[in-house]
């Protein structure tokens, strides 16, 4: 894959995590539920880091991607999408963030389906997983919200 496209993978998922922690950011600051509050200026926190090690490679040469392998419980796939609220209960919070990991996994999936490049695919498959793992991530916060009544 020649330099150029690489970037320009990395800068649509740079662009990804800078919308996500603006995003998350937003919440937390205007947020009245203090536990979303710091929920989401955790997440703010991690996208933010996400975005700078992601802007580390565009620095270097054309490194390969490398992410743990995550397990997907697919929660978030039985959850619906809560609306943005000042007044989110934490629950919804956590869903709220579940489902745009999700929705970020299921992006990056897409495009290294339709990729033609070898390396391309492989690029994209990387960033499907690390999405993959903020989700699972998620996904263990929300089983321990939603269901605190099991533990």
Do not use: C
């Amino acid at each position: 894959m020649m330099a150029e496209e690489y970037k320009k993978i990395l800068s649509i998922a740079v662009q990804s995590e800078i919308d996500a922690y603006e995003l998350y950011t937003a919440i937390s600051e205007k947020a009245k539920d203090a536990s979303v509050k710091q929920l989401f200026k955790e997440l703010a926190g991690d996208e933010l880091q996400h975005k700078e090690d992601l802007e580390a490679y565009l620095k270097t040469d054309a490194k390969p991607l490398v992410f743990a392998e995550t397990i997907d419980y697919k929660v978030s796939e039985t959850v619906v999408k809560p609306e943005i609220s000042l007044n989110m209960k934490f629950v919804d919070a956590v869903a709220l963030a579940m489902k745009r990991e999700q929705e970020g996994m299921d992006m990056y999936t897409a495009l290294a389906n339709a990729s033609q490049s070898a390396e391309q695919k492989q690029i994209f498959e990387a960033l499907a997983l690390m999405e993959k793992g903020h989700k699972a991530k998620l996904e263990a916060i929300y089983n321990n919200a939603a269901f605190a009544e099991v533990w």
